[in-house]
């Protein structure tokens, strides 16, 4: 199956581009799929994206179409073709 994945702020930046369409096997988590795109993109972004135990980072925005995904629930949330996955880092400033 194939989702579409937004990088935003920060994460932009590391992976090089704002978007990214990424083929992911057929039953996939919201968690699976982030240690896809952290193979894809490479380990800066995967540090980014995943803790050393390659759960996803607490500080990372979750969002399936328009909708947060809980971090708790990442591991079973399911994706269907045809998502999107936004990932959202942390924004500070003043």
Known sequence: MEVTVYFEAQLRNIAGTGQAKISL???CSVAEALR???GKFGSALGERLLTADEKPQRSILLFVND???AHDLAGTHQLKSGDTLLLYPP????
């Open 25 to 27: 096997p057929s039953a």
């Open 67 to 69: 909708q947060a995904v």
């Open 91 to 94: 924004i500070s400033g003043g």
């Open 36 to 38: 896809i795109v952290a």
